[in-house]
Every structure is written in structure tokens, then in C-alpha cells.
């Protein structure tokens, strides 16, 4: 399993940036993918899900309005557009995947999850 977060760095409050994953499975590309975020000091916390099958979604209430995960199946990555950041959302953000294939529902818990990426540093001044 391969899982590669990119697309992190510095941007003002407001401002957007799209992080990325790269997930390869197996040759594969659909099984669960999720969001996550780290900020220093503070425990792991879930952002966004999305299914395998690509037509389940779910989103933190802290950035459902904000955020949108979307999914691309030539490419085999995973997007989470972030909008309207804020400092609060600084954070290291991890993407995971889990071992099922073509599911039709996504998870929000990151102990459902089998594999994670390294992570990408996200980080909003004020």
C-alpha cells in the first residue's frame, strides 16, 4: 500500500490550498479514504471520508462548510480542498485508507483505517 499526502504549506487566514494523496492498493484504487489532522499538542482528529465507490462523503462539523473531498480514479489520488482557512486549522493533515474494496460507505474513525500516509504540514497565519 502507498500512500502519498502533498499540497500542504503556509497561506493567510482566508486564503485556500488543496492537499492531495496519492493512494495505490494492491494496483487498485477504490477502497475508503479519510482525512485526518494533527495539531501540535492536540490529539488526532477527522476532517473528511470518502468512499470507496465515491458516492458517500462526510465531513467534521468544524469544516464542513469549508472543505470538500473529492476523488479521482485515473489519477488514483484523493483531494480535500480547503477554503476559507483559518489558523485553527493549522495542523499536520493525514490521509488513511482501509483494506475494502468498492465500498459504498465512508468512516470516520481513524482506528477503521489500515494504512496512513506521512503527512503534509498546513499552516495558517493570522
Known amino acids: 500500500v502507498q500512500l502519498q499526502a502533498s499540497g500542504g504549506g503556509l497561506v493567510q487566514t482566508g486564503g485556500s490550498l488543496r492537499l492531495s494523496c496519492a493512494v495505490s492498493?494492491?494496483?487498485?484504487?477504490?477502497?475508503?479514504v479519510a482525512w485526518f489532522r494533527q495539531a501540535q499538542g492536540k490529539e488526532r482528529e477527522f476532517v473528511a471520508a470518502i468512499s470507496g465507490s465515491g458516492g458517500e462523503t462526510a465531513y467534521a462539523d468544524s469544516v464542513k462548510d469549508r472543505v470538500t473531498i473529492s476523488r479521482d480514479y485515473t489519477k488514483n489520488t484523493v483531494k480535500l480542498q480547503l477554503n476559507h482557512l483559518k489558523p485553527e486549522d493549522t495542523a499536520v493533515y493525514y490521509c488513511a485508507t482501509k483494506a475494502i474494496y468498492n465500498s459504498n460507505r465512508s468512516y470516520r474513525f481513524g482506528h477503521q483505517y489500515d494504512y496512513w500516509g506521512q503527512g503534509t504540514q498546513v499552516t495558517v497565519s493570522s
Open positions: 492498493y494492491s494496483g487498485r484504487s477504490r477502497y475508503p
